[in-house]
């Protein structure tokens, strides 16, 4: 049984900094093309960041280049992403997803990943 399960999400001033944790079980996160996604209030659920499972390469949602950063721990089969400078605009309900195995996702599609977190809450004051 495949479970994502984020965790670092909270309350932080503009400018802040926060590191989500994604806990990966049943799934061997170095073979799948991952990625975070985020939902904020009356809107639709948006592509963070990603890596390709062939070649690790990163792809970033034009807003977040620079700011955030996604990375593995191949060891503890953990993602995560790190968010620097925020804005009170990153405010959501962000995601950790996995394709299936092995597959070549289109990255920044949600419908292409199967499975999901539970979410984990970012806000960002002012």
């Known amino acids: 049984q495949v479970q994502l399960v984020e965790s670092g999400g909270g309350l932080v001033q503009a400018g802040g900094s926060l590191r989500l944790s994604c806990a990966a079980s049943?799934?061997?996160?170095?073979?799948?093309?991952v990625g975070w996604f985020r939902q904020a209030p009356g809107k639709e659920r948006e592509f963070v960041i990603g890596i390709n499972w062939i070649g690790r390469s990163i792809h970033y949602a034009d807003s977040e280049k620079g700011r955030f950063a996604i990375s593995t721990d191949s060891a503890k089969n953990m993602l995560y992403l790190q968010m620097n400078s925020l804005k009170p605009e990153d405010t959501a309900v962000y995601y950790c997803?996995?394709?299936?195995?092995?597959?070549?996702?289109?990255?920044?599609?949600?419908?292409?990943?199967?499975?999901w977190g539970q979410g984990t809450q970012v806000s960002v004051s002012s």
């Open positions: 997803a996995a394709c299936p195995y092995q597959r070549m996702c289109a990255i920044r599609a949600s419908d292409e990943y199967t499975y």
């Open positions: 049943g799934v061997t996160l170095t073979r799948h093309t």
